[in-house]
């Protein structure tokens, strides 16, 4: 169940109208490590979580808590965009609304699809996408890509403070740099525990027997750049992150397998293959006859 209670988490008031900046906002609204991807991925695995409990508390009360943020966005970006003019000045484009448009960086649909509001897409107009949402059950996995999402969106948010000047927009992106670093030392936090209580460990997933996996290749550092210097790094000697082999390094493959001949598919799918046309035509027509659908 939900109740939306019709205040913020935090302010979101801009000083001025920016038509422009309200375009670049939208990044971290609707794009792929957007606020709308990370409530998403936290509700999803929630749902999907098998065991209750601390962790899928966690993630409801994570989840819970980013629909708030999406809140945020969408308010400082109507604001933004509240009294922002239709058009430039310039008599050189005023005639031309969409090219005045484009050259004052806008994004048009946030007037002819919006009404001056914000929408579910990126800073270019890409629709929001559920593919962005990892949720696979696995909470190992699962936290370690929320780290990145939370990695990834304050990378985003750090960048579009430096692209304001606006005192109110820098305090709300201050309030969500500072959640982000929260969140991303959490869902660290989150993961260790995870380890350290025996419920999941690396590799992921920890409980499919490493037995039935190439072994001899599961530590094994293969070079396959012209690159010099990948053997000095930590993955290339020494013990495993997850204490169940020793790196090595080898430098380029460790075996080659010749290449398996062309595949020939039904004659009807009418690829190009080194036979002669007419011989896969008369093939086509053979089966055909024989009813070989």
Same mark, same amino acid.
């Given at each position: 169940m939900f109740l939306h209670r019709q205040e913020l988490q935090f302010k979101a008031t801009p000083e001025k109208p920016d038509a422009v900046y309200a375009r670049k906002l939208q990044e971290v609204l609707g794009g792929q490590y957007g606020e709308i991807t990370v409530a998403m991925q936290y509700m999803f695995q929630g749902w999907n979580m098998h065991t209750p409990g601390k962790y899928r508390d966690l993630v409801f009360?994570?989840?819970s808590e980013e629909i708030g943020h999406v809140e945020m966005l969408a308010t400082m970006i109507a604001q %933004? %965009? #509240?009294?922002?003019?239709l058009g430039i000045t310039s008599d050189a484009v005023q005639d031309d609304p969409t090219v005045a448009a484009i050259i004052g960086g806008t994004d048009v649909q946030h007037g002819i699809v919006a009404g001056a509001g914000a929408r579910p897409v990126d800073s270019m107009g890409n629709p929001w996408q559920g593919s962005y949402v990892t949720a696979s059950g696995n909470l190992l996995a699962d936290f370690t890509s929320n780290a990145n999402a939370e990695m990834q969106g304050r990378l985003q948010v750090a960048r579009l403070y430096h692209m304001t000047d606006d005192p109110g927009v820098r305090d709300l992106l201050s309030f969500l740099l500072a959640r982000d670093t929260m969140h991303q030392n959490m !869902? %660290? $936090? $989150?993961a260790e525990e995870l380890k350290e209580s025996g419920a999941e460990k690396m590799p992921v997933p920890s409980n499919f027997p490493q037995s039935k996996e190439a072994t001899e290749f599961?530590?094994?550092? %293969?070079?396959?750049?012209d690159g010099a210097r990948a053997? #000095?790094?930590? !993955?290339?000697?020494? @013990?495993s992150p997850d204490g169940n082999g020793e790196f090595t390094y080898h430098e380029g493959p460790t075996s080659s397998v010749p290449m @398996?001949?062309?595949t020939h598919p039904d004659s009807r799918f009418y690829g190009t293959t080194e036979l002669p046309n007419t011989m896969e035509k008369a093939a086509g027509l053979a089966?055909?006859?024989l009813n070989k659908e």
């Open positions: 009360g994570i989840a %933004l %965009l #509240e009294k922002a003019p !869902w %660290l $936090a $989150a599961s530590y094994q550092y %293969l070079n396959f750049s053997g #000095e790094g930590r !993955w290339a000697a020494g @013990p @398996p001949p062309p089966q055909d006859k």
